[in-house]
């Protein structure tokens, strides 16, 4: 009997979703060395070129064996691209076991430095995990004209989910894992403007409403299982980008954090996809309606804790859940989707 398991992972040729792909494959290796692999990891990208890449990056760390990686191209900015990611992904497996939703983009344009410093030497732990000193891209776009931040980090995901259930992909068994953050404070979200077009937080704001949606979601059902994970806090692209060379002392940041008794600061990828690897490996999970994190000792032992989250309302539920709905319907109709 062939007994075969599949990995979706949005978002993994860099960073965190790098990570959670290696980590699934140092769990999952064949017991014999020269038995089969049953394990395919299904990476998304948005470019051939960092498909392809990874795919070879991921190979160079398991030499002795023949892995199955397989990639599929999806832009979250470009609902043509989503809704063909869909009918692929379909037309391709039969059932995805693991569903990692964990592509996300922060617009990072700006650092106010006086403020960081201050703040940094007052309350280093608090400084470097609840940052207020990033100044945020405001008011961008997406070629579908949706907040850019909204779109890639909670519709595209939403989207993708829903449609990938809807061509019976998903079932009871799967598990899918949403990309939460420390950062999603309950005022970064306005009701009156879901998608961040002028507020000055996109990325806290799309990290929220994922909050909220989760746990209303939970609340009304779902056909798959669903988490709410988030990494701590890593240096990965995300920093990198904006930061070039410095982004050494943002690693170095977060190391003293570690040292004065932070559990957040995870630092590297590899740690952060802990908490990922956790849920995959657990075979029932009590609980669906805890935040999972990634987190580590002083040492840098590995563990996962719950995260509190601000107080959700049962209004925030309903609207969240009904400006989602009513948002996937539109697309599917622009998209011609039956
Ligand atoms: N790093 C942290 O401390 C931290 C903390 C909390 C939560 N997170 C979350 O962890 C996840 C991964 O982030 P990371 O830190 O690993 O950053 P990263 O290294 O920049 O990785 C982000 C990944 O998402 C992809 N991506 C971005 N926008 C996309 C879009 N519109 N469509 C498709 N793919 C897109 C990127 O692709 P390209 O390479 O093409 O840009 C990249 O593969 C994100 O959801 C982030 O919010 C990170």
Known sequence: MS???????????????????ARLL????????????TFTIILTCRSRAKAEDACKRLKELFPERKIRLEYVILDLSNMQSVEEAALEIKARYPKLDYVYLNAGAWDLQGINWMQAIFAT?????????????????MGSTSEDSM???????????????????ELSVLG??????????????????????I??????????????LLDILHYAEIESGLPYQQYLVHPGLCTTN???????FIVIFAKLGFWLCRLLGSPW????????????????????IEDENIKWGSATTMSGKEKILPTSIELVLPSDKTKSMTYMHDLYKEWKHKLNVS
């Open 3 to 21: 007994f075969r398991k599949y990995a979706l992972i949005t978002g993994s040729n860099s960073g965190l979703g790098f990570g959670i792909a």
């Open 26 to 37: 140092e769990f999952y290796k064949p017991r014999i060395e020269d038995e089969p692999e």
């Open 121 to 137: 030497i007052m309350n280093p732990v608090k400084a470097l995990t609840y940052p207020t000193f990033y100044k945020e891209a």
């Open 147 to 165: 907040g850019y931040i909204f779109q890639s980090n909670v519709f595209g995901h939403y989207y993708l989910k829903t449609r990938l259930c």
């Open 172 to 193: 009871s068994s799967t598990k899918v894992v949403l990309t939460g953050s420390l950062v999603a404070k309950k005022e970064s979200l306005n009701f009156d403007d």
């Open 195 to 208: 998608q961040c077009l002028h507020g000055e937080r996109p990325y806290q704001s799309s990290k929220r």
């Open 238 to 244: 995300m920093y990198q980008t904006f930061l070039g």
């Open 265 to 284: 600061h995870t630092v590297s990828p590899y740690t952060a996809a802990y908490a990922f690897l956790w849920i995959a490996t657990q075979s029932h």
